[in-house]
């Protein structure tokens, strides 16, 4: 004998979660028995911002989001890859592996439950908001959006800054001793009173080549040190009248030099000063990993990008240490414009499944080969079943993806339809519509509270009443009707 079903299998709106069985994701309010949203609504937003819920009762959506987490070996908390900030910029929103070469590291989320899996999406941070550089030392001044590599910020530097992260003071010129690099926003000259300058487009005696903007009319009415004079100065009316100006020569911040301060310290430590070294540049502590030179500006062979973070993959002799070029072609096992796509290319990441907390008992769902790119998004292909979901970089692996800003798991609570009576029909994501007496929903398991029989037939009829008393309103399904009256049986 088929006993009632559930009171209410859906609660009735969001904001009503817990008193029933699956939880109303909707954005005007559920159907009880069948999970479809009413009133026109449709499926709400999930988190992180972005991913709503789908499917027919709206269960599927991302399942990772504030569920246990931890790591071995870290830093940060493990949370922060499921805090439903997605911000690849902040770095106080990521956690970080922190494994060591030839070892393993990795991080776990636990979902509570057996969940059906479908697809994972991992955010991988690249600076935190408004830092730069090698190892994200440098900050862009009032700049959130500046470039985390060269630290190039898109609009105008803000309180007359200029240079590199608009870092640069317009009161000062740096490293240069008469500042004919200087492109600060100075504009007034330095006598009493403080003559003010006027564009240089009107004169002719100096080209726009001289000028350290490219041209005169980039220059604007700042000034500038044209022509090899002390200091920088101006014009201030056309009659070529000219005033020096109150700009002075400052020492760059610590970790940089050059002029215009456009060069960083690439030193094995990291708080090295080295501009106060001399020559300026040079590293006392030695080279940082893959830097070499006079003032460890250069990549070693064998490694090219900006940051000498890449391994060149040629048939003999070394790659083009910016772009990764092989002139005698690719090894073999590697292809493309810089030889960093192949068969022979190490596992940055695993992704694993699986129902107990050790991660080597856990089943591999999907990997990703060679660098992950700061700032990338990695969206995984990840068919599985289970209660944990993992990630897994070894230390060998190169450039491997070690840092979490965001790890979203696409799927749904899975359902077991094997304790389902053979006339009641099932699917993994609400289960049973009906189960034998004595077993409750939504997968026929021991322990059906029978007392929940007469609200549940009552619940029925109203509902089916409202159904098809409503003017206007669609006609329920054969399903949908088959369902109540599987729900009203025995009243």
Not at 223 to 242: I, K, L, M, S
Not at 343 to 353: E, N, R, Y
Not at 369 to 394: D, H, I, M, P
């Amino acid at each position: 004998m088929l006993e009632s079903c559930h009171p209410c299998r859906f609660d009735s709106s969001s904001a009503s979660r817990g008193s029933c069985i699956f939880p109303c994701r909707c954005t005007d309010g559920c159907d009880q028995v069948t999970g479809q949203c009413v009133d026109g609504g449709t499926c709400s937003d999930g988190q992180p911002r972005g991913y709503k819920w789908s499917g027919e009762a709206c269960q599927i959506g991302n399942v990772a989001f504030n569920k246990n987490a931890n790591q071995s070996p870290g830093q940060q908390s493990a949370s922060k890859a499921v805090d439903g900030i997605t911000l690849t910029q902040e770095y106080d929103h990521c956690t970080v592996l922190s494994g060591t070469p030839g070892t393993q590291s990795w991080w776990m989320v636990d979902f509570g439950g057996n969940y059906q899996i479908s697809r994972v999406i991992i955010y991988h941070t690249a600076c935190k908001a408004g830092y730069f550089g090698w190892r994200c030392r440098f900050r862009c001044h009032k700049c959130p959006t500046c470039d985390a590599i060269t630290g190039k910020c898109p609009s105008t530097c803000q309180d007359n800054r200029w240079g590199v992260g608009c870092m640069l003071s317009s009161d000062c010129y740096y490293d240069n001793e008469k500042g004919e690099r200087y492109m600060g926003r100075k504009s007034k000259g330095y006598i009493s009173g403080g003559r003010k300058c006027i564009s240089w487009t009107w004169q002719t005696r100096y080209p726009d080549s001289w000028f350290p903007d490219g041209s005169r009319s980039a220059a604007g009415k700042y000034c500038r040190n044209v022509g090899g004079a002390d200091r920088p100065w101006c014009y201030y009316n056309t009659n070529y009248n000219w005033v020096y100006c109150r700009v002075d020569r400052c020492p760059c911040d610590s970790g940089r030099f050059g002029v215009n301060c456009e060069k960083e310290c690439h030193c094995n430590d990291e708080n090295e000063n080295c501009q106060n070294n001399s020559p300026k540049g040079r590293c006392n502590s030695g080279c940082a990993p893959h830097f070499t030179g006079s003032t460890c500006q250069e990549c070693e062979d064998g490694h090219f990008g900006v940051f000498c973070d890449g391994t060149c993959h040629c048939s003999s002799g070394s790659c083009d240490k910016t772009t990764g070029h092989c002139p005698s072609g690719c090894a073999t096992g590697w292809s493309g414009d810089n030889c960093q796509t192949g068969s022979q290319q190490p596992s940055a990441f695993t992704l694993s499944v699986g129902n107990s907390s050790d991660v080597n008992d856990h089943t591999q769902c999907a990997s990703h080969n060679g660098a992950v790119a700061a700032g990338a998004t990695v969206n995984e292909s990840c068919t599985a079943t289970g209660r944990y979901l993992s990630f897994s970089v070894k230390g060998e692996a190169e450039n491997p993806l070690t840092t979490l800003c965001e790890v979203v798991v696409i799927g749904h609570k899975y359902i077991s339809c094997q304790r389902c009576p053979s006339t009641s029909s099932c699917d993994d994501v609400i289960g049973c519509d009906a189960c034998e007496q004595g077993k409750k929903q939504p997968d026929c398991t021991q322990g059906h509270d029978n007392s929940r029989n007469s609200s549940a037939a009552a619940m029925g009829k109203r509902r089916i009443r409202q159904v098809e008393g409503a003017t206007g309103s669609r006609s329920p399904t054969p399903a949908y009707r088959r369902f109540i009256r599987i729900c009203m049986r025995g009243a």
